[in-house]
């Protein structure tokens, strides 16, 4: 499978983005999908995650109330709306498949190459 995020870029702080992430391949619609983000000199950490069955699994409490993760298995597009935007949201942002179909446990086996985002104050 290949995933290709896009739709990062420069914002202002208050401002909004949306991510995408397109899966190639069949099977897009029973696997959990992820978005994760690397700051600058930080680890990776995890953002917000779908389930295959599209409940919402999990946000980060930096960016609950803020950031909307959704899903159309039609497009096979895994989205991340982000709103209110900060400084500290500044990141590269990846998104990634969980490796086990109909699994919201197993280790995240593929990724994509990443979209930058970057809020400015």
């Known amino acids: 499978v290949q995933l290709q995020a896009s739709g990062g870029g420069l914002v202002q702080a208050g401002g909004s983005l949306r991510l995408s992430c397109a899966a190639s391949?069949?099977?897009?619609?029973?696997?959990?999908m992820g978005w994760f983000r690397q700051a600058p000199g930080k680890e990776r950490e995890s953002v917000a995650e779908?389930?295959?069955?599209?409940?919402?699994?999990y946000y980060a409490d930096s960016v609950k109330g803020r950031f909307t993760i959704s899903r159309d298995n039609a497009k096979n597009t895994v989205y991340l709306q982000m709103s209110s935007l900060k400084p500290e949201d500044t990141a590269v942002y990846y998104c990634?498949?969980?490796?086990?179909?109909?699994?919201?446990?197993?280790?995240?086996?593929?990724w994509g190459q990443g979209t930058l985002v970057t809020v400015s104050s």
């Open positions: 990634a498949r969980r490796g086990r179909i109909y699994s919201d446990s197993a280790d995240y086996g593929d």
């Open positions: 391949g069949r099977g897009f619609s029973s696997y959990t």
């Open positions: 779908i389930s295959w069955s599209g409940g919402i699994i």
